[in-house]
């Protein structure tokens, strides 16, 4: 079993590599790596895709390394392989981004990347810290976790899901803020589960036994 994060310098990765390692090691989820090699992504069982920074810089840098875009939008759409994206990476997977111009995301979850406005105006953006967790729907990522769990956040963008089955948990913040989303054999996650502790390393261990 092997899971690719992929690498297409949207950040640093080490972080997220360790808990990724650490996890799958005490599921027995396999080999974890790094990687932005496009055969290497083509054939792993699962992708992780995270992202630090702005929508269309992350959307361009992605579509920019042709190859392992390629070969991932093969392997989530053709192979249905499980797939989690990760902050910007989440953000990704939606129909449009509107952060500083109108970007076209992956379109895999319908929905828009807004700035989050909270009605709170002493609330300040980015949202940055912990935040609980409220879940909307049961899934395989959120086994053992519960509304009150928290996460770790830092994002000033927000996602507008279309479907409301797709979103699997939000956050309040002056507002409900989409946390989790999901279809099929792709979620996403806003947070950063590489810092949110043990309901953050909880969830990677679930994605990294989750047989969809």
Not at 68 to 91: H, N, T
């Amino acid at each position: 079993m092997l899971t690719a994060i992929i690498d297409y310098e949207s950040g640093n990765l080490h972080s997220a590599q360790k808990a990724f390692e650490r996890m799958a090691r005490e599921v027995d989820g396999g080999e974890v790596v790094v990687t932005s090699d496009a055969d290497v992504v083509a054939r792993a069982d699962r992708l992780v895709l995270p992202g630090d920074g702005a929508f269309p810089a992350c959307a361009a840098e992605l579509r920019g390394h042709k190859g392992i875009y390629d070969a991932m939008v093969e392997a989530v759409e053709q192979k249905g392989r499980p797939f989690l994206g990760i902050c910007v990476g989440m953000q990704l997977m939606a129909t449009t981004g509107h952060e500083y111009e109108e970007t076209s995301g992956l379109g895999w979850i319908a929905g828009d990347v807004r700035k989050i406005e909270p009605a709170d105006k002493a609330l300040k953006v980015p949202h940055m810290g912990w935040n609980d967790l409220v879940i909307d729907h049961p899934h395989a990522l959120l086994d053992g976790i519960e509304s009150g769990d928290h996460t770790y956040f830092v994002h000033s963008y927000q996602f507008h899901v279309a479907t409301p089955a797709e979103r699997l948990a939000h956050v309040d913040y002056g507002g409900d803020v989409t946390a989790i989303i999901g279809r099929d054999t792709m979620v996403g996650m806003q947070f950063h589960p590489e810092k949110s502790q043990d309901i953050g390393l909880r969830m990677i261990g679930n994605f990294l036994k989750w047989a969809p």
